[in-house]
């Protein structure tokens, strides 16, 4: 009834923050994922002086897999930066594959921290809560 597969937790996380238009530097950027009965794990990265950052892709190699369960990994990004914590990203992934966070297309964001968070619908009646822009 169980499947090993290779599965993707996290996809690839490239882009730049902003606070009013200005790239924000050295701010640490906080990528947060929880997969099954696993305590959360984090990884994070810092802003170059242009605000950039880059997280690399996340698979978790030979995960159990089931027809009889929902595939899901909780993620979630916070930026912190001037004493401050804030979330940028909030997400139920619930596809195996590459970039299904993106649409299916791996794609550079761009997140402002003046903005409010969004709900911005995906493939699959898929969604994802996030500041953060990219070509749809």
């Not at 916070?78 to 940028?88: A, D, H, L, P, S």
């Not at 139920?92 to 921290?113: A, Q, V, W």
């Given at each position: 009834m169980f499947?090993?597969e290779d599965v993707?937790?996290?996809s690839?996380v490239?882009?730049?923050v902003?606070?009013k238009?200005?790239?924000?530097?050295?701010?640490?950027?906080?990528?947060?994922?929880e997969?099954?009965?696993?305590?959360?794990?984090?990884?994070f990265?810092m802003?170059?002086?242009e605000?950039?950052?880059?997280?690399?892709?996340?698979?978790k190699k030979?995960?159990s897999?089931?027809?009889?369960v929902?595939?899901?990994?909780y993620q979630e990004i916070f930026?912190?930066w001037?004493?401050?914590?804030q979330?940028?990203?909030?997400h139920?992934k619930?596809h195996?594959?590459e970039?299904?966070?993106?649409?299916?297309?791996?794609k550079?964001?761009?997140c402002?921290l003046?903005a409010?968070?969004?709900?911005?619908?995906l493939?699959?009646?898929?969604?994802v809560?996030?500041?953060?822009?990219?070509?749809?």
């Amino acid at each position: 009834m169980f499947t090993k597969e290779d599965v993707v937790l996290f996809s690839r996380v490239q882009g730049q923050v902003l606070f009013k238009g200005v790239p924000v530097a050295k701010a640490k950027i906080i990528r947060s994922y929880e997969y099954g009965a696993s305590k959360p794990t984090e990884d994070f990265s810092m802003t170059n002086d242009e605000g950039m950052f880059d997280l690399p892709v996340v698979i978790k190699k030979g995960a159990s897999i089931t027809p009889l369960v929902q595939f899901v990994v909780y993620q979630e990004i916070f930026v912190e930066w001037n004493g401050e914590r804030q979330q940028i990203w909030s997400h139920g992934k619930m596809h195996k594959n590459e970039n299904s966070e993106y649409d299916g297309n791996f794609k550079k964001i761009t997140c402002e921290l003046t903005a409010e968070l969004e709900r911005i619908d995906l493939n699959n009646l898929d969604y994802v809560f996030t500041n953060c822009k990219w070509d749809h």
